[in-house]
Nanobody, 117 residues
Framework: QGQLVESGGGLVQPGGSLRLSCLAS????????MGWYRQAPGKQREFVATYTSGGNINVADSVKGRFTISRDNANNTVYLQMNSLKFEDTAVYYC???????????WGQGTQVTVSS
């Protein structure tokens, strides 16, 4: 009953910027922790950033200083601002939500980000 819909992916040149959005609906509430993960072709899905309902933020070392996660609870949306993009950032980016009790997880369908000259 919970749904996550990502948007904002696309083609961008190295050094460029892109902002991803994730709209939550259904059984997903503001008390859920929200996060972003990514998966490149032939590789496993990896952690990018999380933002808990209590305001704690964690960012992967590979994107630290370049990516920023934020959330707008009034509009049930979480964002990922990506700056100084590199070729290795090319991947499908997925939004994730997890309940405070850790027993319920939801994944979005993913949005493609391609960094190319």
């Amino acid at each position: 009953q919970g749904q996550l819909v990502e948007s904002g992916g696309g083609l961008v040149q190295p050094g460029g910027s892109l902002r991803l959005s994730c709209l939550a609906s259904g059984s997903i509430f503001s008390t859920y922790a929200m996060g972003w993960y990514r998966q490149a072709p032939g590789k496993q899905r990896e952690f990018v950033a999380t933002y808990t309902s209590g305001g704690n933020i964690n960012v992967a070392d590979s994107v630290k200083g370049r990516f920023t996660i934020s959330r707008d609870n009034a509009n049930n949306t979480v964002y990922l601002q990506m700056n100084s993009l590199k070729f290795e950032d090319t991947a499908v980016y997925y939004c994730r939500a997890v309940a405070g009790n850790g027993r319920h997880y939801y994944w979005g369908q993913g949005t493609q980000v391609t960094v190319s000259s």
